[in-house]
T-cell receptor
């Protein structure tokens, strides 16, 4: 069964460093998303991406965040200068056609900023 | 902003019991996801539904779009069903995002 894969599963970084979280969405999907979950809290939407541009972003997704689809398979989330409060589980998801189609999630990347 | 309420927040059941988890939301949406999150943290999509009822194995999900309410039922519960079950309505009109509930932590005891 096709699945969304994320790497790495766990990343530890020093405050102020840049990190790139990687995702390989399901191959025929067109819509891509990033969500995050701070420990003990609910999952929050960060950004959606379609046709090589951001289609929607939340207030959390400020200038320190960026997304990119550098090639035909990868979808990345870059955090430019990490803060302690960026420590969270980051989930990538993809869906075939956006609204009204099922979103499939990756296993997540646990980011720890020290 | 869609306010999502799940009940109960925590649920302990004996193996074999029938389980119901409820979800209410405040803003009209076209579809709703039910998701499962295991202790390791990964999220698995169980259902996406926009009307009526869907069944997958021992799991049944229902939705009433007009009343903004959905339920997830587990028949003949098993210890391996122990997980957090999350309701995520959306997307709504003009949006792509899902809004997540806080989840219901289910523990099934043998």
């Amino acid at each position: 069964e096709p699945e969304v894969t994320q790497t790495p599963s766990h990343q530890v970084t020093q405050m102020g460093q840049e990190v790139i979280l990687r995702c390989v969405p399901i191959s025929n999907h067109l819509y891509f998303y990033w969500y995050r979950q701070i420990l003990g809290q609910k999952v929050e939407f960060l950004v959606s991406f379609y046709n090589n541009e951001i289609s929607e972003k939340s207030e959390i997704f400020d200038d320190q965040f960026s997304v990119e689809r550098p090639d035909g398979s990868n979808f990345t989330l870059k955090i430019r200068s990490t803060k302690l409060e960026d420590s969270a589980m980051y989930f990538c998801a993809s869906s075939a056609h956006g609204r009204n189609t099922e979103a499939f999630f990756g296993q997540g990347t646990r980011l720890t900023v020290v | 902003k869609n306010e999502v309420e799940q009940s109960p927040q925590n649920l302990t059941a004996q193996e074999g019991e029938f389980i119901t988890i409820n979800c209410s939301y405040s803003v009209g949406i076209s579809a709703l996801h039910w998701l499962q999150q295991h202790p390791g943290g990964g999220i698995v999509s169980l259902f996406m539904l926009s009307s009526g009822k869907k069944k997958h194995g021992r799991l049944i999900a229902t939705i009433n779009i007009q009343e903004k309410h959905s339920s997830l039922h587990i028949t003949a519960s098993h210890p391996r069903d122990s997980a957090v079950y999350i309701c995520a309505p959306g997307p709504g009109a003009g949006s792509y995002q899902l809004t997540f509930g806080k989840g219901t932590k289910l523990s099934v005891i043998p």
